[in-house]
Structure formats: C-alpha cells, structure tokens
T-cell receptor
Framework: LAKTTQPISMDSYEGQEVNITCSHN???????ITWYQQFPSQGPRFIIQ???TKVTNEVASLFIPADRKSSTLSLPRVSLSDTAVYYC?????????????FGDGTTLTVKP | GAGVSQSPRYKVAKRGQDVALRCDPI?????LFWYQQALGQGPEFLTY????????KSGLPSDRFFAERPEGSVSTLKIQRTQQEDSAVYLC?????????????FGPGTRLTVL
C-alpha cells in the first residue's frame, strides 16, 4: 500500500493561497491521488482527484509532477470556512485487494 | 438527493456489551466501505462490500467485529463484547462504481464510546 506523508498542521490567513503537499514515494502505476476535506463531526468530503499533471475544479487545483511521488493541493483565496483537516489519499479499492490509505491529514487553520 | 446516513449518531456502551451500527448508502451505490477513525487520526479501513459480497475484511481488528450487507444496500457493523479500545467514530462510505478512482461519499459517522 502506498503510504502518504503530509504536514501535521498549517496556518494561513483569509484571502491567501494555501498549498498542501503530500509525499507518496511508493505510489503504484494504477493509483490515483484523491484529496478529501473533513470538518469536525462530519465524514470526509471529496475535493479533487488526479492521476498526473494538473487538475483544476471550482474549489481547488491539484499539481502532480511527472514522477508522481508527491502531489500538491492548492486552495486559492482561503476563507475561515476552509479550516478543516485535509487528507491525501492514494490508491482506492479494487477487487485485487488494493485499498485506500488515509494518513493523519493536515489540519489547516485559517485566521482572520 | 439523500446522502449516506448512519445511525445512531452517538452510542454509549458498557464494556462487554454488543453494539450494532447501521449504514444507509446512497441508493444504487454498489460499493460500501466501513472505516474506523480514532480521535485525531485519519480513517482506517475496516471492510469493503461490492453489492452483498464482502470482498475484503482485512481491516477488521478482531473477530469481535462483523459486518454484513445482506441485500446489497443497508449495511450493519456489529461489535461484540465491546472493549474500551473500540471507542472511535465509525464511518461508512459508498460509491457508485467499482473502479479505484470512484469517489467515496461518506456518512456523518457513529461515535461509539465504551465505558
């Protein structure tokens, strides 16, 4: 299973861009990279997913270098409501016994 | 539309009691996952169902943990003879497909406290 490493915590201010990097040196060829956001007392919520290069949606961008051994979640112009735990997830589940491994996540605190 | 629901939201059990946690996935979702999340940690995989078939139960921590999904929709996670170390949030997730990249939709979790 691909193990992921993320910073434990990050602080930012409203309106800034936040970049959270995840290391996944043992990523497999078929693995995708998915980021989830979790607020207290809620289940994780999908943010963005990618396989290589760059992916952008209405809330975030995901940058993946060519070797795919790391990825960076970019949140533009964060607000207080972006304070949450962010998980980098590599892999997924298939019938060949691959399963997703969540790390301990990065606690992002956005300050006014 | 309705998301994944779980019940009860909170459960307090005395050590040694049996508990049953229910998950109602999004209608039509074939894949269903159970996770255990300890305080301050990320979700840990417990088991996976594809329709009614339990294809992976390698994450279940002991034989006191049992999960079922008899009709391929609602799932129940049962914990027998609960121990204090079982205290955690139990999350259920479902997805519409079978592929590794399919998005998982999570319920709010059941917070189990074993006294």
């Amino acid at each position: 299973l691909a193990k992921t490493t993320q910073p434990i915590s990050m602080d930012s201010y409203e309106g800034q861009e936040v970049n959270i990097t995840c290391s996944h040196n043992n990523i497999a060829t078929n693995d995708y990279i998915t980021w989830y956001q979790q607020f207290p007392s809620q289940g994780p919520r999908f943010i963005i997913q990618g396989y290589k290069t760059k992916v952008t949606n209405e809330v975030a961008s995901l940058f993946i270098p060519a070797d795919r051994k790391s990825s960076t979640l970019s949140l533009p112009r964060v607000s207080l409501s972006d304070t949450a735990v962010y998980y980098c997830l590599v892999g997924g589940y298939n019938t060949n016994a691959g399963k997703s491994t969540f790390g301990d996540g990065t606690t992002l605190t956005v300050k006014p | 539309g309705a998301g994944v629901s779980q019940s009860p939201r909170y459960k307090v059990a005395k050590r040694g009691q049996d508990v049953a946690l229910r998950c109602d996935p999004i209608s039509g979702h074939v894949s269903l996952f159970w996770y255990q999340q300890a305080l301050g940690q990320g979700p840990e995989f417990l088991t996976y169902f594809q329709n009614e078939a339990q294809l992976d139960k390698s994450g279940l921590p002991s034989d006191r943990f049992f999960a079922e999904r008899p009709e391929g929709s609602v799932s129940t996670l049962k914990i027998q003879r609960t121990q204090q170390e079982d205290s955690a949030v139990y999350l259920c997730a479902s997805s519409s497909g079978l592929a590794t990249q399919d998005t998982q939709y999570f319920g709010p979790g059941t917070r189990l406290t074993v006294l």
